[in-house]
């Protein structure tokens, strides 16, 4: 007879949540590999992301998603878009709620949305680096009284805190089955795509306003050469206005924005890299369906 601990499992596990709770910091430190970019401003990541834990006895495939709210835009449906069909193809949902903020309208909103999905539905407050643990009790009460008797793993995504806990939970509830993947991958994204988003987090990182919002990236080309790799990429901006903030005064945040992409990228790929970007203006590319799709969305 086979231990239920020898059970092989296997599934999809989608990170859902607001934008900014955490969800693709905790898939890095769940990989132990940076693969979702990560910044402070909310709306950071627009695709879906995979990214595969290989353990001896279960395969998880955790799904980053852009963060779940409430849509106006185009472009801001679509990511909406994408997270929900993640999380009807899901075998788990791990709903993040960030424990800094406590629970807000926008998460008591979600709640009935998520209680279909039933036992199949793991809560875990993160960011709890940022409370006292008393401070925490009455969030977990708050969150018994939206989803009675739903699973709550506090977190600290961060600072890993109570990793091993959330992964015990997880595997648990996932359905056995053979790996999906061969041991070896770590995720989908090609490196194109991961150059792309290294370039996309620095646009964020240092710029404000607008712009983060404004931008899309793309690589044109991909070279390895003997020692070096040589990377054309463009920037896309929606409107003349925004070409100049993008460039700055004599190049200089362009100039900026491609030195630290570069220094992540050689991390990356483990290899001297030569980047050189364009910026160039697709009017109102947020708002057109078929510009949406050549860029990934
Ligand atoms: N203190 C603390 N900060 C955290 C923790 N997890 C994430 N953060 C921070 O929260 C911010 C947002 O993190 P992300 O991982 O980009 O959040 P996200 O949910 O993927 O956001 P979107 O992609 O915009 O939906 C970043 O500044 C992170 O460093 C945590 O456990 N503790
Ligand atoms: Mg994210």
């Known amino acids: 007879m086979v231990e239920a601990s020898e059970v092989h499992r296997s599934g999809f596990v989608a990170l859902v ?34 990214g595969i834990l290989t353990l001896p006895h279960a395969q998880i495939v955790f799904v980053d998603t852009p963060g779940l709210h409430e849509a106006k835009s185009l472009i801001n449906r679509r990511m909406v878009q994408i997270a929900e069909d993640t999380m009807e193809e899901a075998d788990l949902i791990l709903w993040l709620v960030d424990a800094r903020e406590g629970l807000t309208d926008e998460d008591r909103a979600l709640a009935p949305r998520l209680q279909r999905f039933g036992n199949r539905l793991i809560v875990a407050l993160n960011k709890i680096d940022c409370r006292k643990p008393d401070e925490l009790i009455p969030i977990l009460g708050q969150l018994d009284q939206l989803l009675p008797g739903v699973d709550v793993v506090p977190i600290s995504a961060l600072e890993g805190a109570n990793i091993a806990e959330l992964l015990r939970v997880v595997t648990e509830k996932l359905p056995p089955g053979p790996r999906l993947y061969d041991p070896e991958t770590l995720t989908d994204q090609t490196e194109r795509a991961l ?36 990377i054309h990429a463009t920037i896309h901006v929606e409107r003349e206005s925004q070409k100049p903030i993008l460039i700055g005064k004599g190049g200089k945040k362009i100039k900026s924005i491609g030195s630290a992409a570069r220094q992540q990228i050689e991390q990356l790929l483990g290899k001297t890299v030569y980047l050189e970007l364009f910026v160039r203006v697709q009017e109102d590319w947020t708002k057109d369906p078929r510009r949406l799709r050549e860029f990934g969305l």
């Open 17 to 50: 949540g607001r934008p900014n709770v955490g969800k693709s910091t905790l898939l890095n430190q769940l990989l132990g590999q940076k693969i979702a970019i990560v910044t402070p401003k909310p709306q950071t990541t627009r695709g879906r992301i995979r």
């Open 195 to 230: 150059v792309q988003e290294i370039i996309r987090e620095q646009v964020l990182l240092q710029t404000r306003q607008e712009i983060p919002y404004a931008v899309a990236v793309t690589v044109e080309s991909f070279e390895e050469k003997d020692h070096v790799v040589v």
